[in-house]
């Protein structure tokens, strides 16, 4: 054999062993078949239209909430903690990297890059209106995200924000040039605000996981592109070979 030959099969050795931990990775995220039907129940209930003879608005709100503890859950490596009170204010959503995701990551040798959120805590805001959010709340989250020190957001709602996605106005263009003043305030430091609606929830029950999101729009956001070009397809050709790690490792 050749140093072309031996070169070759030795690059092949490490790749698969690569794939082969980008498939454990994988693993931890992928829904089951229940985990999809619960989730698509949850997302029939958030679209019901809100009357307000038989509900309230705190119940309404929950809708959204119940949806998005259930997104957090089921990304394995996060945890949430609901209505987080400080001394000025009450938060949504406070997520955490949980015990078992560090350790997961720590068990299977993954880098903690694999992970789209550099931070360890992030905030969560949940606003279940019919109409899209304007800078009005764009501006409160960021008060928030400053006051606490923390450097990524995401706001959970049905419509979105005002404005174009790829633009610089309303409420959308914002959070872009937040992102910019952040990052020149910091040095660099990288500062997100990203925003989930139904569109996206509809692309978790087919089969897209919150981190590819999460991802997609971390590059619309530095490109000025639409995130959806950013998405991979959805059919993940290394199942089998995923349920064959897995049974291999337990």
Known sequence: MNNDQENLNLRDYFDQIVQDELAIFESFLQWTDRDQEEFRVLLD???????????????????????????????????????????????????????????????????????????????????????????????????????????????????????????????????????????????GKEFYILSFALEDYEKLLQGTTFFELVKAKKLEMQLASNYCNFLKDNQHDSESKIKEIISEIT
Request: with cysteine; proline share 1%; net charge positive.
């Open 45 to 187: 209930n958030l679209k019901q239209p809100y009357n307000k003879e038989v509900e309230t608005t705190k119940s309404k709100g929950d809708r959204l909430e119940n949806l998005v503890e259930f997104i957090i859950k089921k990304s394995y490596f996060f945890e949430v903690y609901k209505k987080v009170h400080t001394e000025t204010n009450e938060i949504d959503e406070v997520i955490v990297l949980s015990s078992r995701g560090k350790q997961a990551l720590k068990r299977f040798n993954l880098t903690r890059d694999l992970i789209p959120i550099d931070e360890n805590i992030f905030l969560g805001e949940c606003k279940n209106y019919e109409s899209n959010l304007n800078v009005t709340y764009v501006g409160k989250f960021y008060s928030l995200m400053t006051v606490t020190d923390i450097s990524f957001g995401i706001i959970f709602t049905q419509k979105g924000l005002t404005g174009e996605s790829e633009s610089y106005r309303d409420a959308n263009g914002l959070v872009k040039v937040l992102r910019m003043v952040e990052k020149s305030k910091n040095k």
